[in-house]
């Protein structure tokens, strides 16, 4: 008789069987369960376009969160969006002092462009996109935490470096299964970059944070985002040093990212489509400036043509394929009686909204003079604008949860490219194509290894342009001459000056002869490869008259105050009742007498216009 085989299994191994068997069903079906059903963008429910936009816009924060948590991995990578109070300081004091920055920024711009994109005689291949990561992660740095933090080498590292190491950890953890990201994100070597970037962040919001103690307020003028998040209502964070990194790095999440990632995307549609160089260069060259030759806030405004151009781009290259990412964190019922069950992602396509024919005519042409052209019509003068967001826009968001550091951006952007444009030819490989994007998931990003050709102007630029750019500098010197020396004149009259009025002057005469600088080193690096045109011998003397006129001012000032040009009011002598040392007063008051004196000062103005006359004219000659 045979025997029952069931009588001889372990009990104990029967029951690890089923148990096992158990969990695989089980997981079997887990996986391959469908979410619950809701129609992509509700459009079956809503059948408005523009009335499904708002719904997704307006319904109220604690029913419907932001799905960046999830698709950032912010419990792991920390790289997500800022708190309320954060924006509330960008929106109420940062975007305030953006016509402070500007110059600023400009200024920052100037100096590290040839040093970290490079100087090239002939066309050379560049990858520009870590470049450009740079450059605006150093302007964002002065921004977020001030200059010492833009100065700071480690801090830059960290700042660029955590942009990219996040990128690579979301990557990461997701070809992991959720219930093991728990576990696995502590063995992943991109996880620990991110904790490196965070360690070396530390040391310099630390010692931000330390430098503004010991200043006993703002760090500096204008104050950055530290400053604000450490005064009035935040000044309860003032000293906890873990609150501030994180401020800084989620700054850097939301502010570096999508300004260096459009502008690397502008610099190769731009490479993409040189029959726009030329004018896209005309306007940036011929925006108006300050006495010190740097772009203003109204300069960036003024850069229309360049507004079309980086909003065309963006159109094709949005940094997000979907907008307004949500996801329901409880069951909610839309006003038409739409349910949404809880856990349900919502997003909107980006990318076929500006696709759209019925918003767009050829869409799928690259036309940057779009939304130039469209703002020609009557009305629309202040439509179409690269930071405005709407239902047709919205590579920005939308509604109150649009980004609020746009302004910022947009400025960076124009700067950096403006100083692209100036001093650079830039074009693609023979037979090269753009680059295809890097889409992950809802993220879309430029490739970052594709190489475009530059090649520095400032070595065979033409004799129109070069002759047009150094008239136009040579004007801002006559204009700024002119406005100095009817202050001292105006000044040298006033029966009891303030003080601060010296130091302004005393100010000012620097500033000129550092212009005058600028423009004689400027000319000499054009003229050196190029044989001299009758106009540009006459812009080489011109500046040399630069140069004596701006030396008139400070020889007399630093004979008479030769302290103050030491930074030696510190000296602990007798002051006056402005504060300034009575010795350090009594010079200045000299200088300006000094150079105040009709006789040396009546043929000056004369001399200035007769500068400005002849400038206008080599314009005309040199266009």
Known sequence: MASNPLTHVNPIAAAAVILASTVLVALRFWNSSKSPKVNILLEDEIKSPRQRALEYCFNPRAVMAKGYAKDMQIEYTHFGGPAEYVIHAIKANLTGSLSSFTPLLHRMVQKNVPKILGQYKDWTPVKVHDRVLRIIATNNARVFQGTAASLDEEWLEASTGYVLACFDCIRALKQWHPWLRP????????????KDQWTKGRKRVMASMSDRRKKGGNLENPPSMLDHLSNGRNEPMRDDIEMQLLHQMTLIAVGTVTTFSSTTQAIYDLAAHPEYIDVLREEVLSVPRDENGNFTKDSTAAMDKLDSFLKESQRFNSPDLTTFQRAAVADMTLPDGTFVPKGTKLEINTCSIHKDPELFKNPDKFNALRFHEARKVPGMEKKY???NVGTSDLSWGFGRNACPGRYLSAINIKILMAELLINYDIKLRDGARRPPNIEFEVLCSPEPNFEILLRSRNHEGSVATSALGVAAAVIQFVDFS???????RTVHRLSHPDSAQYVELKNAAEQLSELSCQIHDNLNAVLRKLSLSLTEE????VSNKCRLIAGEFLTAMRKAAPQL??????????????GIPQRVWERLLAAVQAIGKAGEMDGLPQHLEDLRQQMMTQILVAL
């Open 565 to 578: 040009f030491k930074d030696e009011l510190e000296n602990r002598e007798v002051e006056s009742r402005s």
């Open 385 to 387: 604008l690269y930071t």
């Open 183 to 194: 576990l696995v994100y502590r063995f992943i070597p991109e996880r620990a970059a991110i």
């Open 482 to 488: 002119s406005k100095l020396v009817c202050r001292i």
């Open 538 to 541: 006459y812009l080489a003397a």
